[in-house]
């Protein structure tokens, strides 16, 4: 099956811009989504498609994509946004429907 | 509001089964693909299946193929995952995940439930 790699973790100085990068050959056909994910909660959908935030979502996160490269970008990142991200995106090996990214824990300082 | 509830966890022995239910409400259930999504202690997000509106079209990780089984009861507003032959590896938070479409492939997960805690060991 596809895979998708993250950088294990980033740190953002509080109200500074982070991107987190999310690489896989399934990228080049599919869009990725990403999700939120706090200590001992369930995930949240941040961003789907090409740049779309479900209701609810600030505007500081977007997210872009090139080749085989999707980012999510967190512009002016606030406490609250310290937590883990996985991007996840269709499977591109025909075997699998859904294939989730390996993780990446934001800390804001 | 959208909710979805997951039960039927708990502590199982290697290669025993166990039945996952989410009962889904605050929306048309029956408009809407479902998913199971699990999570090891520690570790990340994997999906695990997937069931479209009519059940007509299923998907699995090769992990779980063979061994678990989806299912939907839309008068019922309820999706099941019928886990066999359990391993220790299978141990993880289950979360039911709604699609954004009706079909599979979809599209995304806009709800999640707060999952319901598998543990298989002897």
């Known amino acids: 099956s596809s895979e998708l790699t993250q950088d294990p973790a980033v740190s953002v100085a509080l109200g500074q811009t982070v991107r987190i990068t999310c690489q896989g050959d399934?990228?080049?056909?599919?869009?990725a989504s990403w999700y939120q994910q706090k200590p001992g909660q369930a995930p949240v959908l941040v961003i789907y498609?090409?740049?779309n935030r479900p209701s609810g979502i600030p505007d500081r996160f977007s997210g872009s994509s090139s080749g085989n490269t999707a980012s999510l970008t967190i512009t002016g990142a606030q406490a609250e946004d310290e937590a883990d991200y996985y991007c996840?995106?269709?499977?591109?090996?025909?075997?699998?429907?859904?294939?989730f990214g390996t993780g990446t824990k934001v800390t804001v300082l | 509001e959208v909710q979805l509830v997951e039960s039927g966890g708990g502590l199982v022995q290697p290669g025993r089964s166990l039945r996952l239910s989410c009962a889904a409400s605050?929306?048309?259930?029956?408009?809407?693909?479902m998913h199971w999504v699990r999570q090891a202690p520690g570790k990340g997000l994997e999906w695990v299946s997937g069931?479209?509106?009519?059940?007509?079209?299923?998907g699995y990780a090769d992990s779980v193929k063979g061994r678990f089984t989806i299912s939907r009861d839309n008068a019922k507003n309820s999706l099941y995952l019928q886990m066999n032959s359990l391993r220790a590896e299978d141990t993880a938070l289950y979360y039911c995940?709604?699609?954004?479409?009706?079909?599979?492939?979809?599209?995304?997960?806009?709800?999640w439930g707060q999952g319901t805690l598998v543990t298989v060991s002897s």
């Open positions: 995940a709604k699609d954004m479409t009706m079909e599979l492939p979809g599209r995304d997960f806009d709800y």
């Open positions: 996840n995106s269709r499977d591109s090996s025909g075997n699998h429907f859904y294939v």
């Open positions: 498609g090409k740049n």
């Open positions: 605050g929306f048309t259930f029956d408009d809407y693909a």
């Open positions: 069931i479209s509106w009519n059940s007509g079209s299923i």
């Open positions: 399934s990228l080049r056909s599919y869009y």
